[in-house]
């Protein structure tokens, strides 16, 4: 695997627990808006800080019984093989672990579910089905895309959730993502942050208003247990 930074503590990025987050660098997808650039740019990974596996660890094992858990986000934690095994590591050690992913790949998060090696499963949905290719790029199997929400749902805990703006969502397409995936436990609508993103275009993108983003919540209500905004 290639790794590209580490998060000493974090509060937020496992709901409830006191964590450490991971990136890995590279990312199969190509979304816009993206505000890891340099973990999904070609020519920015090769600029990226590096991190060995052995360094990692060797920092995890000075917090056994301090944190709780290890999130592994990226760029798209689960481009690598090696994964199941990376997160033995850790799961031996004592964490729990979450997987941040774009749904990418069904195969690796079935093998992580069957091996027990994941407790919380965040995956991004970029936009209905009809206008994922639009959103994230053309490489984009909506099958694979598919498959993983139903994997998702079998996890200990997950959820799911969406970066939206204007530029590429309208109220239309979040509500169809609300029928798509209704009777999921947890939805969270993300705001756009024009601070760096993949296609620099996207910095003169603006945000949806916070009234906007408020109502999309409430229409939401009825297809999930819980949804939630996060800036
Ligand atoms: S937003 Fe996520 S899935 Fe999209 S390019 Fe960035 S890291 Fe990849």
Redesign the pocket.
């Known amino acids: 695997m290639l790794f590209g930074g580490i998060q000493k503590l974090t509060l937020i990025d496992y709901p409830g627990k006191v964590a450490a987050t991971i990136f890995t660098v590279g990312?199969n997808?190509?979304?816009p808006y993206?505000h890891?650039p340099e973990?999904?740019d070609p020519k920015k990974i090769k600029e990226q800080e590096r991190l060995s596996e052995e360094e990692i660890l060797k920092f995890l094992a000075t917090r056994q019984g301090l944190l709780e858990a290890v999130c592994i986000t990226?760029?798209?934690p689960t481009i690598f093989s090696d994964l199941p095994e990376f997160i033995k590591k850790i799961k031996d050690m004592g964490f729990l672990v979450k997987l941040d992913s774009?749904g990418s790949n069904p195969q690796m998060l079935e093998k992580l579910l069957a091996d027990k090696l994941v407790d919380f499963i965040a995956m991004?949905i970029k936009a209905p089905l009809e206008k994922y290719k639009k959103v994230?790029g053309e490489r984009v199997s909506l099958e694979n895309i598919q498959r993983s929400t139903e994997l998702v749902r079998t996890a200990p805990d997950y959820e799911f959730r969406t970066t939206i703006l204007p530029a590429l969502h309208s109220k239309k397409d979040v509500l169809s993502i609300g029928r798509w995936l209704q009777g999921s436990k947890k939805y969270y609508l993300q705001q756009f942050k024009p601070t760096k993103t993949?296609d620099s275009a996207f910095l003169e993108e603006k945000a949806f208003d916070w009234p906007s983003v408020a109502e999309l919540r409430r229409l939401l209500e009825i297809f999930f247990d819980k949804v939630e905004v996060r800036e």
């Open positions: 990312c997808f190509l979304c993206c890891n973990l999904v990226g760029g798209e774009n991004d994230a993949l």
